[in-house]
């Protein structure tokens, strides 16, 4: 089994920061993609920013300039940090991992998700 547990969520003022977390851990043998992912109320889950392996990273346009997303593969650790929080960033933010793993038998791959952390940014 793999567990991605998020961290680093909370309530900020318009203008302010936040680092989220996302913590992998389990019987992982490597962690390809990983992503951050949010989902205001009322709204369709988004992908927010993206890294791969290699640490080539992808934003969406909203958050160009603001947000970055690093990893620590030595941690298993992925991270967002936001800056310059709008109002219209509140949301759930999910963590997502595309992980290969082994079963025992052999050597499989699928997607993981995080529990979710909530970003409320007042304005």
């Known amino acids: 089994q793999v567990q991605l547990v998020e961290s680093g969520g909370g309530l900020v003022q318009a203008g302010g920061s936040l680092r989220l977390s996302c913590a992998a851990s389990g019987s992982i043998f490597s962690l390809n993609a990983m992503g951050w992912y949010r989902q205001a109320p009322g709204k369709q889950r988004e992908l927010v920013a993206s890294i791969t392996s290699g640490g080539s990273t992808n934003y969406v346009d909203s958050v160009k300039g603001r947000f970055t997303i690093s990893r620590d593969n030595a941690k298993k650790t992925v991270y967002l940090q936001m800056n310059s929080l709008k109002p219209e960033d509140t949301a759930v933010y999910y963590c997502?991992?595309?992980?290969?793993?082994?079963?025992?038998?052999?050597?499989?791959?699928?997607?993981?998700w995080g529990q979710g952390t909530q970003v409320t940014v007042s304005s």
């Open positions: 997502n991992a595309d992980v290969t793993y082994s079963d025992g038998w052999t050597y499989r791959a699928r997607s993981y």
